[in-house]
């Protein structure tokens, strides 16, 4: 057993652990926050952290996406070079419970997604939410033994680059009108009403379509060996 | 004050022990559930900066804000930051299935003896031990080249 | 300032998720230290919900005990590390999927 590499863990935790005692607990320390509760629902979302996400720091979210279209693009490169054995092993029968299940269970939870995404600036929620849900739910029938025909890899590629069109798209259109990238420029309407918060909920569908749909094509990468499309030589 | 203390602790301790668990393990599977653990204490050690005494959740109720409410930006990184993690774990997790079909071992040592062989043999040099490896007794050990 | 009930709760669940990382990178199998990370992710999401946070719990509910852990499953099967007899660990680790049978394999 290494003592050193505990030592030094120990003398970190130390050093975190006074760094932030020293920090009064619960007290404000930026005025960020004061100053967004402040701003007293400008932005019509009922949802303050949706406000915050989607409107205060929209540019954070674009990196968010860019970094997760990286990462599964990468887990699609990397492994489409593994070598794929001829022979397979014999799949036992899972069962009528469980095919039924999942074939009953894919609508249901597509619905609950979509339901997540699109009140995701009233409730809890939001497009990462259900965009995990969605992207679970597409995985279900490979789980159950039978439907990778069901995820069509060109269909998805191109619902996913098309979502994160669709966001680039209405940052730019807020730029087309005088106003800075990104900025939420639909009528806000009422708070708490469903049609309200001007762009949000627009902008929310599409991170939830594209996460959905990328979360999927990188569950499928990891479970099966994915014929990479033909290159031209 | 104690409730401070617990829970700095819980973040703190999570975050070191999922640091050492990457320093300190020998299969690199358990270097990726250390990378895991690791990053749910820093989570948890951000949205704790931004709890406010007596505040609600930053959500229209009852037709208002509530008066006073937790800091609802720390939580905005926070979701941004769980997701990111997921997708940094799968593209550890296909590094790993690489890294396997290469070596074939998921041991650290294992598999770090293979690539060191390999990039010698490619290099066109003996492979030898480093020189900090501590002197053979010529009599009862014997050094092994790959 | 804090009411007790909230220092309890925080308290238990700040033991259960050292319990489960810790146990989650010294357990021999590696099924279990996959469980226990999943455990790891169920106490934090609760956690979030006592903090005022319920965007977050519901985020890491999902993530964490959904796709993380799902993810981590196929990892396992992937790479060899459960599952079945070791010739079937060794072909498994090659092709996962929902192929039909073609070829008899070995017996569990």
Known sequence: MAWTPLLFSGGLAFMLFSLFMAVPFGEPLMRVGGMIQQTDGELGAANLVTAVVLGYRALDTLGELAILFAASTSVGLILTGVKQRTVSVECEELGELFEQASTLLLPLLIMVGFYIITHGHLTPGGGFQGGVIIAVALFLPTLAGRGAALLNHRLIQQVEGGAGALFILLGVAALLQGESFLQPWLPVGEIGALFSAGTLPLLYLAVGIKVGAELAALLTHLSTNVPSPEVPR | ?146 | MADPLMLWISALLVVVMWAAALSALLLKSHLAAVVSTSLLSLGLSLLFVLLRAPDVALTEGVVGAGLSSLILALALIRLGLVGGSPREREVLSETVGDKPVTERGSQQ
């Open chain 2, 1 to 146: 004050m104690t409730l401070a203390i617990i829970l700095y602790t819980g973040a703190i301790g999570l975050l070191v022990i999922g640091l050492a668990g990457v320093v300190m393990s020998s299969h690199l599977f358990r270097m990726l559930l250390g990378l895991v653990i690791a990053e749910a204490g820093a989570n948890l050690l951000l949205i704790l900066a931004g709890y406010r005494w007596g505040g609600a959740a930053p959500i229209w109720q009852a037709g208002q804000f509530p008066t006073t409410m937790v800091d609802p930006v720390p939580q905005a990184m926070v979701l941004t930051a769980i997701v990111i993690g997921v997708g940094v774990q799968a593209l550890a997790i296909a590094l790993l299935i690489r890294h396997r079909h290469y070596s074939g071992t998921l041991q650290r040592t294992g598999g770090l003896n293979q690539l060191q062989a390999d990039l010698d043999r490619e290099a066109g040099v003996r492979h030898t031990r480093s020189s900090d490896a501590p002197t053979l007794n010529p009599l009862t050990e014997v050094e092994h080249v790959h």
